[in-house]
């Protein structure tokens, strides 16, 4: 069974910097793609990050490239989006998704909320 819980959200202000986790199953996380996706208030759920089963492939969304850095701890069985210089337009519910389906995830968390105050 596929389990994903994240935690980590919170409110930080402008230019600040917070680190998701998303605590996953250990059955399929080293072999498979996991990401994050985010949706903010009356908007559509959009692709943040993700990270190959192996860890040595990421794909980032333009917005967040040089900012954002999607990681796996392979001891721990965790997902990170360690994210920094951080705008109020990040703030969003950001889910933990796992196995690409190759235009989507096929499993996802419950979210957590990221708000980043201006």
């Known amino acids: 069974q596929v389990q994903l819980v994240e935690s980590g959200g919170a409110t930080v202000q402008a230019g600040g910097s917070l680190r998701l986790s998303c605590a996953a199953s250990?059955?399929?996380?080293?072999?498979?793609?996991m990401g994050w996706y985010r949706q903010a208030p009356a908007k559509d759920r959009e692709f943040v990050a993700r990270i190959s089963g192996s860890g040595g492939i990421t794909f980032y969304t333009d917005s967040v490239k040089g900012r954002f850095t999607i990681s796996k701890d392979y001891n721990n069985y965790t997902l990170y989006l360690q994210m920094a210089s951080l705008k109020p337009e990040d703030t969003a519910v950001y889910y933990c998704g796992a196995i690409w389906t190759g235009n989507a995830f096929k499993y996802w968390g419950q979210g957590t909320q990221v708000t980043v105050s201006s």
């Open positions: 250990r059955t399929f996380f080293r072999y498979n793609t």
